[in-house]
C-alpha cells in the first residue's frame, strides 16, 4: 500500500471548517484513500473513503486532487468531539480479502472553544 | 446504528496466564480482523478471518496467539501464554464483503493488562 504524509498536529477553532490535509503521491491506480479517526481511548471510527472523485457523507468530505497525489478531509463545523487522531490510509483493494489497513500516526486535531 | 461490540472492556491477568478477548462483529459482515495498539503507539494489525479461515497474518501473531469463531456470531482472540509486552489495547474489526471497497468497523476495544 502506497505511504501517507500527514501533520502531526493541527489547532480548529469551534465552528470553524478543519481541513486535513494528506500527501499519498505513490498512490496506485487502484488504491482508495480512507480516513478513520480515533478519539481517546477509543476504537478507529470510519470517516469516509474515496477513489477519485469527491464524496461527501454526514460526518465529513472528502476532496482528492485530480493526480490523486493528496487529499484533505474537511470537517465542515467542527466541535469539540471532533478533538481526536485523524489518520488517512491507502490501501488496494485485491478482492483476495487481503484489505489489512496500515495505519501511520496521523494528525493530532484540536478543536479549541 | 449496528456496530462491532467487545467484551470485557479491562482485562487483568497474570503473566503466563491464557486469556481470551471476544468480539461480536457487525451480524452481516463477512471479514474479522484484530489489530492492537500498545499504550502511545501506532495501531498495528494481527490477524485477519474469513470463511472460518486466517487470511492474512502479520510478524507479531505468532504461535501464541489464536483465533476462532465457535459460534457464528462470536469471533475470539486467544493467547495462551501471555507476556508483559502483551499489554495493550485490542481491536476487533469487520468488513461486510471481500469485494469491492468497503470499509472495516472497528470496536471499542479490550485494555488488556498483563501482571
Known amino acids: 500500500d502506497a505511504k501517507t504524509t500527514q501533520p502531526p498536529s493541527m489547532d480548529c477553532a469551534e465552528g470553524r471548517a478543519a481541513n486535513l490535509p494528506c500527501n499519498h503521491s505513490?498512490?496506485?491506480?487502484?488504491?482508495?484513500v480512507y480516513w478513520y479517526r480515533q478519539i481517546h481511548s477509543q476504537g478507529p471510527q470510519y470517516i469516509i473513503h474515496?477513489?477519485?472523485n469527491n464524496e461527501t457523507n454526514e460526518m465529513a468530505s472528502l476532496i482528492i486532487t485530480e493526480d490523486r497525489k493528496s487529499s484533505t478531509l474537511i470537517l465542515p463545523h467542527a466541535t469539540l468531539r471532533d478533538t481526536a487522531v485523524y489518520y488517512c490510509?491507502?490501501?488496494?483493494?485485491?478482492?483476495?480479502?487481503?484489505?489489512?489497513?496500515?495505519f501511520g500516526k496521523g494528525t493530532m486535531l484540536l478543536v479549541s472553544p | 446504528e449496528p456496530e462491532v461490540t467487545q467484551t470485557p472492556s479491562h482485562q487483568v491477568t497474570q503473566m503466563g496466564q491464557e486469556v481470551i478477548l471476544r468480539c461480536v462483529p457487525i451480524?452481516?459482515?463477512?471479514?474479522f480482523y484484530w489489530y492492537r495498539q500498545i499504550l502511545g503507539q501506532k495501531v498495528e494489525f494481527l490477524v485477519s478471518?474469513?470463511?472460518?479461515?486466517?487470511?492474512?497474518k502479520s510478524e507479531i501473531f505468532d504461535d501464541q496467539f489464536s483465533v476462532e469463531r465457535p459460534d457464528g456470531s462470536n469471533f475470539t482472540l486467544k493467547i495462551r501464554s501471555t507476556k508483559l509486552e502483551d499489554s495493550a489495547m485490542y481491536f476487533c474489526?469487520?468488513?461486510?464483503?471481500?469485494?469491492?471497497?468497503?470499509?472495516?468497523?472497528f470496536g471499542d476495544g479490550t485494555r488488556l493488562s498483563i501482571l
Open positions: 474515496g477513489l477519485k
Open positions: 490510509i491507502v490501501r488496494v483493494d485485491l478482492g483476495l480479502g487481503h484489505s489489512t489497513l496500515t
Open positions: 505513490t498512490i496506485s491506480g487502484n488504491e482508495y
Open positions: 478471518f474469513y470463511n472460518n479461515e486466517i487470511s492474512e
Open positions: 451480524s452481516n459482515h463477512l471479514y
Open positions: 474489526a469487520s468488513r461486510v464483503d471481500r469485494l469491492g471497497n468497503q470499509p472495516q468497523h
